[in-house]
């Protein structure tokens, strides 16, 4: 399968309206536009085997995002603003085996084992704005994994899952702060 598709996100009202002395909004804010491609290949066989991976890429114009500021007050503060261009290309795979299905395709019972894997490189492009300029795209983990176990009986279904992210950060400057 393949993909490509043109995005656009509006402005909306959150983005605007902040009640937080520590959050400010560039009066100058406007919407961002871009695209997003992927191509991929999935399939099963039978009830014992699902998977499913493909490749992205995602492209934003003048990206909406926050970097920290100081004022004339020496005050921190999160301004949000267009800042820059980004671009976002990864990997994401999922793969299911159901262990009982392989054995005996008739059973009304399953157990399956599953995972999803995604690579992420999330980078601001050239900007203005030379502190972010090649930094991460905010809110982005590199690497993000889920796998588990499923119980099935019929039409009944439990599963357990845990979830793995790398570390990611919360403003396009990718600032650290000393605890």
Not at 23 to 32: F, S, W
Not at 71 to 91: C, V
Not at 109 to 126: E, M, Q
Not at 136 to 161: D, M, N, S
Request: net charge positive; hydrophobic share 35%.
């Amino acid at each position: 399968y393949s993909n490509i598709s043109q995005n656009y996100r509006g402005i909306n009202f959150t983005d605007l309206r902040i009640n937080n002395p520590n959050v400010r909004i560039d009066p100058n804010l406007h919407d961002e536009k871009g695209f997003n491609a992927d191509i991929g290949i999935r399939g099963q066989r039978g009830n014992k085997f699902n998977y499913d991976a493909n490749f992205f890429f995602l492209f934003y114009n003048k990206k909406i995002g926050s970097i920290q500021k100081v004022d004339s007050l020496f005050n921190i503060y999160s301004y949000k603003t267009n800042l820059s261009n980004s671009r976002s290309l990864g990997i994401e795979s999922f793969v299911e085996v159901d262990i009982v299905k392989c054995i005996d395709e008739n059973n009304p019972f399953g157990f399956s084992l599953f995972s999803n894997l995604t690579y992420t490189n999330a980078v601001y492009l050239k900007s203005q704005n030379k502190q972010i300029e090649g930094r991460k795209v905010e809110f982005a983990p590199e690497w993000i994994f889920r796998g588990g176990i499923g119980f099935k009986y019929k039409t009944l279904a439990l599963a357990w899952q845990i979830s793995m992210l790398s570390q990611q950060f919360t403003d396009a400057t990718n600032a650290k702060y000393a605890s």
